[in-house]
């Protein structure tokens, strides 16, 4: 998979499900289920930008989500038969992604290879700032431009600091705007659950950053 190249803006806007005539998204689980490699090919092709990104940011390791987004995707191929419809076929990807990368950071805890590491500077920073809800539209100074780019940095550290479990409700909101209903779909948690527990989150998430934010004023931590 080409996971080189910064996530597609557009994409992102869209958040994870991708537009579909109608009728298509049946036709492609049919042609899955019959293990149509063309099939497999085009489902790769759809969703892998958005696979990679998802683990990316839940394990917050390049070389890592690279090798666990192949395979999510050769889950998926072996083991389609199992998906009933029940939900869309990308909240189903989803599931088995998360369940992957959940599963990928106890592997690495056991192992003590669970350091956190710097994001790649080519990942999405524009839906990163959607946790603060911190945007502008007009151009900015350099000045500005640098204290930005400093705080993008910050939230990255503190994203990959947030217990699994929040971690993944921040990611799932905050940066890849699902509904709701979807994380409730997708999590199998109750409205409320989901709503109380993506506003501690939240709030943990924040305070991380202004802690960094105040280490980084005394001692200078550079990006």
């Given at each position: 998979m080409d996971t080189t190249h910064p996530p597609d803006q557009a994409a992102i806007a869209a958040g994870f499900h991708v537009p579909m005539p109608e009728g298509h998204e049946e036709q492609l689980v049919e042609r899955l289920r019959r293990q149509d490699e063309a099939a497999f090919n085009e489902l790769v092709r759809l969703y892998e930008g958005r696979i990679f990104r998802l683990v990316f940011r839940m394990l917050g390791d390049r070389a890592e989500a690279e090798d666990l987004a192949q395979e999510v995707f050769v889950t998926v191929f072996k083991s389609?038969?199992?998906?009933?419809?029940?939900?869309k076929l990308s909240t189903w990807l989803y599931r088995v992604a998360t369940n992957h990368a959940k599963n990928r950071l106890k592997y690495l805890g056991r192992r003590a290879r669970g350091q956190k590491k710097e994001l790649d500077e080519h990942a999405d920073a524009t839906a990163l700032e959607s946790a603060t809800m911190n945007t502008s539209h007009r151009m900015a100074r350099p000045d500005e431009q640098a204290q930005g780019n400093q705080l993008e940095i910050l939230i990255r550290q503190a994203l990959l600091e947030l217990p699994d479990d929040q971690r993944e409700l921040v990611v799932l909101r905050d940066i890849e705007n699902l509904t709701y209903e979807e994380i409730q779909d997708?999590?199998?948690?109750?409205?409320?659950?989901?709503?109380?527990?993506?506003?501690?989150?939240?709030?943990?998430?924040?305070?991380?950053?202004r802690e960094l934010q105040g280490v980084g004023a005394e001692h200078e931590v550079l990006p």
């Open positions: 389609i038969a199992t998906f009933r419809g029940d939900s997708l999590t199998g948690l109750p409205s409320g659950t989901v709503k109380s527990r993506l506003h501690r989150a939240r709030l943990a998430l924040a305070q991380r950053v």
